[in-house]
């Protein structure tokens, strides 16, 4: 068989690139090492305006659909119901499988292997893989936070949160809390997970996180399992995705394709396979130049979601009024999809300097 594209990495950059690619009309090989379904550590959650971009189907797959937030700092907690589902949770075995079969049904051809290695051969690429090697046009690197394609390609990973995850007993239904005040450069979080809960913190300092996730855990009653440590990769704007080079592109978390706010990844990684595919059916000599310009919504979109995290991380007890006083509300229009990272900066940041000004100089609160 002659593959146009063979994309490595069946999570959902992987698979939403080799959906939207077949769907254009390449002859497209997915090439995944783990025997799917395969389990991927992840809280799972998924933003509402992520359903947009999934294929039709998926409705079973959502174990719980999110309607309160709870935001809490030092003993205060501020809870606020939304009018509508604002997020809802997978799990990422079943998720991942149901996208890996859509690319399938779409037309692309799954094959169970490990790639190795990939050089130039005319105008083609030959890949290796562990089953045998590919004459290919086009290579995909979606293989994830230890990207090998990435790493060939000579990048290197710089923005990594730390995170810590375990699963356990729990009874939080359509509710998540997220937890500030506890770590420097990020949060804990506690969310449905069917009929438990997840709960983890992610970190870009170096902490004991194992510490403070068991601490925690002890403190409000929950019972702690053995977490399971990942990294997420992530990117504040434009300079820091890692797009690939001539026809060989990086999408999702190979491509540092996580908000440095939340680590939201699932979200970003569906949106640019699409992105992805589009450059190459546009620009098929040349697609990274016309992926590039793609991606330019999405790199602001990580560029502002930044911006909010610098300030909301070094002044958390800020962040939390903040939340209390307006910003969860405008939160939830943006995992709603009705307000930008952008949108949020700029309407939050006078308010945010406002505050600052009244911490540093108290003396003014008079
Ligand atoms: C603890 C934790 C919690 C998270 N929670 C959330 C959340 O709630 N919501 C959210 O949106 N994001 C979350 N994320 C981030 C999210 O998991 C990632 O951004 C997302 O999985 C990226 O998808 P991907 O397809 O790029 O990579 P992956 O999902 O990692 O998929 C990569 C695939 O490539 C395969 N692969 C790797 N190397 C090779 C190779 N050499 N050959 C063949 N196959 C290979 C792997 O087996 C894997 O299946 C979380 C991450 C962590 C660590």
Redesign the pocket.
């Known amino acids: 068989m002659n593959w146009d594209a063979l994309v490595?990495?069946?999570?959902?950059?992987?698979?939403?690139s080799a959906y939207h690619l077949s769907r254009l009309g390449f002859r497209v090989l997915l090439?995944?090492?783990?025997p799917l379904p395969?389990f991927?550590?992840?809280?799972?959650?998924?933003?509402a305006r992520?359903l947009r971009l999934l294929p039709s189907g998926y409705e079973d797959l959502l174990l719980n659909r999110i309607r309160v937030g709870r935001l809490a700092f030092r003993g205060e907690e501020h809870r606020l119901e939304a009018k509508e589902e604002i997020a809802y949770?997978v799990d990422?075995k079943d998720f991942?499988h149901f996208l890996v079969l859509k690319a399938l049904e779409s037309g692309a051809e799954l094959l169970r292997?490990?790639?190795?290695a990939f050089q130039k051969e005319g105008a083609r690429y030959r890949v290796y893989?562990t089953h045998g090697s590919f004459l290919v046009d086009y290579l995909v690197g979606?293989?994830?936070?230890?990207?090998?394609?990435a790493r060939l390609l000579g990048y290197k990973k710089k923005k990594l949160?730390k995170?810590?995850?375990f699963f356990t007993e729990g009874d939080l239904r359509y509710e998540v809390l997220i937890e500030l005040g506890l770590i420097r450069n990020g949060y804990l979080?506690l969310?449905p997970h069917g009929d438990g809960v997840s709960m983890?913190l992610?970190s870009t300092h170096r902490e004991d996180l194992f510490k403070i996730l068991f601490e925690y855990s002890k403190a409000k009653g929950i019972r702690f399992k053995h977490p399971?440590?990942?990294?997420?990769p992530y990117a504040e704007g434009e300079k820091d995705i890692h797009i690939g080079k001539e026809r060989v592109l990086l999408?999702?978390?190979?491509?540092n394709?996580?908000d440095p706010l939340?680590?939201?990844?699932?979200?970003?990684?569906l949106w640019a396979g699409s992105l992805l595919a589009s450059s190459i059916e546009k620009e098929p000599s040349n697609p990274t130049v016309g992926y590039k310009k793609l991606l330019k919504p999405l790199a602001e979109e990580l560029h502002y979601a930044g911006k909010i995290a610098r300030l909301a991380y070094s002044f958390q007890g800020i962040a939390y009024n903040m939340g209390k006083s307006f910003a969860l509300k405008s939160f939830y229009e943006l995992l709603l999809g009705r307000k930008s990272y952008k949108e949020l900066y700029k309407g939050g940041l006078f308010s945010f300097l406002k505050d600052l000004l009244l911490e540093k100089l108290p003396f003014t609160r008079l």
């Open positions: 490595v990495g069946g999570g959902p950059a992987g698979s939403s090439l995944e090492k783990k395969r991927k550590l992840c809280a799972g959650c998924l933003s992520t949770i990422r991942d292997g490990e790639f190795l893989t979606a293989d994830g936070m230890r990207s090998r394609v949160f995170s810590l995850e979080w969310f983890g992610a399971l440590g990942w990294h997420i999408v999702g978390d190979a491509a394709m996580t939340l680590g939201e990844g699932i979200y970003y990684a």
